[in-house]
């Protein structure tokens, strides 16, 4: 899919809401260490990092009161939002969308190892192995970042959200890439973009969601991290052509 398209469709997602906005981009950049600590070459980890930018598009037809709700969802409500799955499949297939890859992340994220998930109810081999891999990604995330209806996250929630994904690798999730996040975590190549990249950052405008800029953006910012020197950018800031480097 053309690039100028793809950041079009996610500037609709991020007028409509913002909290999915950022997870895009923590998402992106979760993927983005995950493949090439996996030792996947440049245009592999830039094809997964596209896939994860589009993975909600669903939810720019989920009504607005549902997706901002402030409260916990209804069980009403909760099935509306699981619909988001099929609903950016069915957006991007009608936009001559093919390839098979991006269309699994955006249908298959949410299904789970023992059938449990939804749109399709899959289980084990059955889930495409891309998809699998980034349900653990997405799921990280939606457990450490701040939403409409948790207002505060600890510096343990990482810790809680691993425990979690370790406690259901094999029957919920894919062991290896809850191995591969957690070894990440464990050698603190995580907690710049937990630091920085969080929901507690205003979220004004992402001015660019190509991959290449993200990505390219992820590793100075890491290798900043690192070395101490990281300054405190929000994530409207990095995302911008301009403080890429």
Avoid at 13 to 37: I, P
Avoid at 64 to 74: E, V
Avoid at 124 to 149: K, L, W
Wanted: hydrophobic content about 40%; some cysteine.
């Amino acid at each position: 899919m053309d690039r100028d398209i793809i950041e079009a469709l996610i500037r609709v997602v991020e007028v409509k809401d913002a909290c999915t906005a950022a997870h895009t981009w923590r998402v992106a950049l979760y993927t983005q260490l995950l493949s090439e600590a996996a030792g996947l070459d440049p245009d592999e980890v830039l094809h997964l990092m596209y896939a994860a930018v589009l993975h909600d598009i669903g939810k720019i037809d989920i009504p607005y009161r549902i997706l901002t709700k402030p409260g916990r969802l209804t069980a009403a409500e909760f099935e509306i939002v699981k619909t988001h799955t099929v609903l950016g499949y069915d957006r991007l297939r009608r936009m001559d969308e093919t390839d098979p890859v991006t269309l699994a992340f955006v249908r298959s994220h949410h299904e789970r190892l023992d059938g449990s998930g939804y749109p399709d109810g899959l289980s084990g081999a059955e889930i495409p192995i891309a998809a699998r891999c980034f349900a653990v990604v997405d799921t990280f995330d939606a457990m450490t970042s701040i939403r409409p209806y948790r207002r505060h996250v600890g510096p343990e929630a990482a810790e809680k959200a691993l425990a979690v994904l370790k406690a259901e690798a094999g029957t919920r999730y894919c062991p290896d890439a809850v191995e591969l996040l957690a070894a990440r975590f464990d050698s603190g190549e995580l907690d710049w973009i937990l630091s920085y990249f969080n929901d507690e950052q205003p979220m004004v405008s992402v001015s660019s969601y190509d991959a290449p800029v993200i990505a390219t953006a992820g590793r100075e910012l890491s290798r900043r991290w690192r070395s101490g020197k990281a300054a405190p950018l929000g994530a409207s800031r990095v995302a911008s052509r301009g403080d890429a480097g």
